[in-house]
């Protein structure tokens, strides 16, 4: 039986540690030559020498280095916006461009509904008139307010109307149409066959005319309304100084469209038999003047 001394033991250990450490340095340092060769001639092209640790050196490195340059990339490119969860302040800059636009749009949208809705009270002759006795309302303001103002002109405020009436009188910048001289062009001529009446809600005068009779604006304006209506065929509105809108309606065809600027006695549209509501050909001609119908016949002559 052999008995060991607990020094040679440890002495042993020790070595065998020391063994084990010489041999993994001799692994990592142990040379390899890398060659390449031609497949076909087996000619040597290069070669290099290497080790495992110079191999674990510079996989490391060559990670770390493509870490980086793909976080730099990520970071600084636009490539980081195909990133879920990422938010981009241009993203967010066009986001709220776009709600402002669609508020807008919103704003615009409810503006024109409200303005065409109004365009269809007048084409279906919807709008109510009431009849306004304004001297009694007069006289009742008097009354009821000014009973102790004296309404009477001042010395300075006779100055100061002569002076601009004098200003007026001489200036030549001012639109030389007014209210004294503005004068409404027939739209056509031709046999009355409806006459205004306002009981009834007949807001206009039908016009018998030829097939193919030309339709002239009554005067200059602006074209609000152009289009294609299931009762009233195709129709045209047009805006004129002082609060007066001319209505054609059941035409065959329109010659002007929507937002055109038209002179007085210009064609805009043909005599026609279209709509639901029409009875053969005809002009259905509507006066408004400040949102109230008038008879167009106390200020048009037709035939």
Known sequence: MLLYHPNIYICHTMNQRKRRRKQI????????????????????KFSFKLNRLNVFVLGTLFTVFMIAFTTLIIAFTPLREYIPGYSSAQLKRQAMDLTYTVDSLSAKLSANEKYY?????????????QEINKDSLFE????????????SPNRQ????RE??????????FESAESRSDFVLFP???????QKYNGKEKHYAVDVLAPKDTPIKAVADGIVIFAEWTTETGYVCIIEHAFGLISVYKHNSSLSI?????V?????????????ELTTGPHLHFELWSEGQPVDPENYIDFE
């Not at 365009?119 to 002759?125: D, R, Y």
């Not at 009742?140 to 309404?151: A, C, T």
């Not at 002076?163 to 030549?172: H, M, P, Q, S, T």
Request: hydrophobic letters at 35%; aromatic letters at 4%.
């Open 25 to 44: 340095k001799k692994k990592l340092l142990h040379k390899y030559r890398l060659v390449i060769l031609n497949e076909d001639t087996f000619e040597e």
């Open 117 to 129: 809705s109004r365009i269809q009270q007048v084409l279906k002759g919807e709008i109510n008139t």
């Open 140 to 151: 009742e303001f008097k009354r009821d307010i000014l009973v102790d103002v004296d309404l």
């Open 157 to 160: 405020d006779s100055l100061l």
């Open 163 to 172: 002076r601009v009436a004098i200003e007026d009188k001489y200036n030549l």
């Open 187 to 193: 739209p056509v001529k031709g046999t009355l066959s």
């Open 257 to 261: 469209n929507q937002g055109d600027q």
């Open 263 to 275: 002179k007085s006695g210009e064609v805009i549209a043909i005599i026609g038999n279209t709509g």
